[in-house]
């Protein structure tokens, strides 16, 4: 395990591995009764993909202290990191905004490129789905200054990542000239 990963807690580390993932049917979700797969075995029960989310955002992660990290690590974790350390940053992006603002204001746009290819991650872990979600959400709450990298999305680009940056680019200035 890397040092960066210390913060880790056995059911992170347990959601990350996409072996631990069902698609059987054959299950009761202890929390919302859903018998929809994927599902998660966890100590308290088998959860589905939705409430393993909601876990995730609501506790697991929001735990997490990322007050010392810095861009560059933040910036790997949008980059290369597992779906997991993708959402740490992605669902709690105006904080982290806040972090290197204070460290470093004028990096903070490196982060947008890194941000806007989230749009398109394409994985077999099933959180994939929201790793989009979440890179809509903070593209959204970042505004206006990222839609120059959103436009600037060429259609050579994996289509759903295309997609979503049209969407995003929309949904955040629909009547600006370099969105229609």
């Known amino acids: 395990m890397k040092s960066a990963d210390k913060w880790k807690s056995k059911t992170i580390q347990k959601i990350e591995r996409l072996k631990n993932w069902s698609k059987t049917r054959k299950f009761r979700c202890e929390t919302c009764r859903s018998e929809t797969p994927p599902s998660l075995e966890l100590s308290d029960g088998r959860h589905c993909l939705p409430c393993i989310a909601k876990r995730l955002k609501d506790n697991l992660l929001l735990s997490v202290d990322i007050q010392e990290w810095t861009l560059i690590q933040f910036a790997e974790f949008l980059k290369k990191g597992s779906a997991i350390e993708r959402l740490i940053v992605l669902w709690r992006f105006e904080e982290v905004m806040s972090i ?4 470093d204001g004028t ?4 982060l947008y490129q890194a941000l806007a290819k989230n749009l398109g991650y394409i994985h077999q872990i099933p959180l994939a789905s929201y790793v989009r979600q979440a890179a809509h959400e903070a593209a959204v709450l970042v505004g206006e200054s990222i839609l120059s990298i959103l436009v600037c999305t060429k259609e050579g680009v994996p289509a759903v990542q295309y997609a979503n940056a049209v969407l995003t680019a929309a949904t955040i200035s629909h009547d600006h000239v370099e969105v229609q």
């Open 100 to 103: 290197v603002g204070r460290k």
């Open 107 to 110: 990096k903070v746009f490196q």
